[in-house]
């Protein structure tokens, strides 16, 4: 039977049974169908604005209209905490699939300003109906038995928080056993202090990878953006749709064995992903190998280097790290941006060479990379005239022939001044042999540059327009690149 045949009754019956994914679809189909759709417009709304990009303490009231911060707590939509997100979705299950992108970085941040009676009396209003309901979710969930989980020890745990008005890691991993639509993933953690969470997170991980066609959840995510340094980074590299990684954070060796290895992954999972990036990271080269050890589709990289991200300033050694860029992606990637805008971070004296990059074709990098060759090549003890090194052979090393677009940032402070010139000494002469796709040069020129370094911008300009390549300069120390300033993540910028 069609299905403009069956009755109204029924087509009423039908029509909650599309919410969220066909409900706009069925409303717009004929103005018969739209009118039977009215009654639930309102709630649809509702719910998708609350929950289809969600976020703690999310709400269409005015928090100026609020006497207290816990008013929020009186919005039955307005999910202040992991538990609470939970137990909506328990009383209304559909609730679930109307989330497609997830910021889980203010959980429970409304009880730390709620005094004590406060806390008591919204506990006995809004969460006594919701309590049963939720128990139950718990007794059902697959995942809690796939990971081999008691779930009223997990359940009990979760609630011992809870009661206790704090943040709730069982809370917040169970809440990712409730997503089968998400597409955009911020959690909330990075190390967890109790094993039955991580297990928990690590099943359902597994399970979205083993399922990427059910609606298991998480398996639907194309972008995660949040921490680097957690233990499951190689799962979520395995998931089957997932496309762009954001980290931040510190991942590597050099205070403990925490190199992200992928040891989830073989020869036969690798990875989807097409851009990665880092922002206030410390990544060293061993970390950024193993991580992008099984990216045969990451076309770009970001990252942005800072000294605090592993609790010391360490010098960072860029050519390594360019080094074990080079040799896992440097076949297929097309856009690498490694930089660092802290003026204190030094530069490990190293040999570039980025000839083994096929098919780059934007680069963006600090103009130290030109002073740490030099200082390789003469060390403190043995002093050498800038003069007697071979620049033509120093850009062809730095800057790959398929570059179109070149970026450099730098203070403008002595000595950059000399590594302009080292760079691109004789450059309309050399272009066409050594960058013949270079169209473009990006350079940051700050008002309080050295007038040495001044000057030799100025030079370069005039080179650069007699080699038929654009140039320009920036005025603040910061990315500046359209390649790094389309590519970073909303959520740091």
Known sequence: MALMQLLTELLQRIIPHTLPEGFECLALTCKYLYTLCIPFLEHYNNLRFHFQKFEYNKTNKDFREFRYYHDLLRFPDTATSAYSLISRIAIEPTVRRYILEATFSLDSRAYTRLPTTVRENAGSEIWRDRNEATRQLFADSLYLREAGLDWKEFYSAMMEDVNSWRQSEHAAAFALTLLPNLRVLTPAFSRLRSSAPQNLITTVLQTARKNPH?????????????????????????????????????????????????????????????????????????????????????????????????????????????????????????????????????????????????????????????????????????????????????????????????????????????????????????????????????LTCPYDADELYKAQCANLAAEAKRAGVDFGLSGDLCLISELAENMRCPFYS
Not at 318 to 332: D, K, N, P, T, Y
Not at 392 to 404: F, M, T
């Open 214 to 442: 059910s609606n298991a959840s998480l398996a639907q995510v194309t972008t995660y953006s949040g921490s680097c340094d957690i233990p499951w980074v190689p799962l979520l590299l395995a998931l089957p749709r997932i496309k762009k990684f954001w980290g931040y954070g510190y991942m590597g060796k050099a205070e403990g064995d925490n190199c992200i290895e992928s040891s989830y992954l073989g020869t036969d999972l690798d990875s989807k992903l097409e851009v990665a990036g880092f922002n206030d990271a410390s990544v060293d080269a061993e970390a950024i190998a193993g991580f992008l050890k099984h990216t045969p589709s990451l076309k770009t990289l970001t990252y942005w280097h800072s000294t605090e991200a592993n609790g010391g300033y360490r010098d960072w050694d860029l050519c390594r790290f360019i080094a074990g860029v080079q040799h896992e992606v440097g076949s297929h990637l097309e856009h690498l941006c490694a930089v660092t805008l802290e003026l204190r971070c030094l530069i490990t004296p190293g040999k570039p060479c980025l000839r083994g990059f096929q098919r780059l074709e934007s680069l963006e990098l600090p103009l130290d990379i030109v002073l740490c060759n030099f200082e390789a090549a003469h060390p403190a003890d043995h002093p050498a005239d800038h003069e007697s090194m071979d620049s033509n052979s120093l850009i062809g090393d730095i800057v790959p022939a398929s570059v179109s677009v070149l970026s450099l940032l730098s203070p403008g402070k002595s000595p950059h001044d000399k590594a302009l010139e080292l760079l691109f000494r004789n450059f309309a002469s050399q272009k066409q042999f050594y960058t013949p796709n270079l169209k473009k040069i990006l």
